[in-house]
Nanobody
Framework: QVQLVESGGGLVQPGGSLTLSCAVS????????MAWYRQAPGKERELVAV???????EYVASVQGRFTISRDITKNTVLLQMNSLKPEDAAIYYC?????????WGQGTQVTVSS
């Protein structure tokens, strides 16, 4: 069974930075298109960034140029570097694979952007 454990969230001021981490067990991220998603209160979960198995990265327009998704294949971990954070980035962030059946969702990590 695949397990996803997200971490790294917290409270940050507008303009600040955070790096989220997603530890994956039970599957190899190198063979999957991995993604970060987020869900704000009262909104549906949205796809934020993906990294293809070949390394190509794509982002939703609202985070393009501010967020960077990456992988540590040796640690089987997916990272999301978030810079220039805005209040509208506040949400619970999750990772999962994109395409095919989603793995069981982890608990996510809360990101709060407030002064």
């Amino acid at each position: 069974q695949v397990q996803l454990v997200e971490s790294g969230g917290g409270l940050v001021q507008p303009g600040g930075s955070l790096t989220l981490s997603c530890a994956v067990s039970g599957a190899r991220i190198a063979f999957n298109k991995m993604a970060w998603y987020r869900q704000a209160p009262g909104k549906e979960r949205e796809l934020v960034a993906v990294v293809f198995s070949g390394g190509i990265r794509e982002y939703v327009a609202s985070v393009q140029g501010r967020f960077t998704i990456s992988r540590d294949i040796t640690k089987n971990t997916v990272l999301l570097q978030m810079n220039s954070l805005k209040p509208e980035d506040a949400a619970i962030y999750y990772c999962n694979r994109d395409g095919g059946s989603a793995w069981t969702w982890g608990q996510g990590t809360q990101v709060t952007v407030s002064s």
